[in-house]
């Protein structure tokens, strides 16, 4: 499996970013998939994951609001649509497939990851 996520950049607070993750060897509408994001010297955090089956969605709190992950099961691609970007949000966000395990928030959980895009948001 192969994952490529790209749509980072750097961008004004209060500005919006969609990241993208396509990719190859699996059926993205087969399983979860994750959003997490990462700052140097930081463990890698959780953002937004859509759920396997029913397509729900699942945010940290501090994106609530603010971002969206979707997905187009015709293009086996998902997004993360970034809205009222602040400095905090500045990092590289990774993508990631979750096959069987069963916790959204936990990166144990994932079984496959991209390269990360680097987001970065001016103040």
């Known amino acids: 499996v192969q994952l490529q996520a790209s749509g980072g950049g750097l961008v004004q607070a209060g500005g919006s970013l969609r990241l993208s993750c396509g990719g190859s060897?699996?059926?993205?509408?087969?399983?979860?998939m994750g959003w997490f994001r990462q700052v140097p010297g930081k463990e890698r955090e959780f953002v937004a994951a859509?759920?396997?089956?029913?397509?729900?969605?699942y945010y940290t709190d501090s994106v609530k609001g603010r971002f969206t992950i979707s997905r187009d099961n015709a293009k086996n691609t998902v997004y993360l649509q970034m809205n009222s970007l602040k400095p905090e949000d500045t990092a590289v966000y990774h993508c990631?497939?979750?096959?069987?395990?069963?916790?959204?928030?936990?990166?144990?959980?994932?079984?496959?990851w991209g390269q990360g895009t680097l987001v970065t948001v001016s103040s």
């Open positions: 990631a497939i979750r096959i069987g395990g069963y916790y959204y928030f936990s990166e144990t959980s994932y079984d496959y």
């Open positions: 859509i759920g396997r089956s029913d397509g729900r969605t």
């Open positions: 060897g699996r059926t993205f509408s087969s399983y979860g």
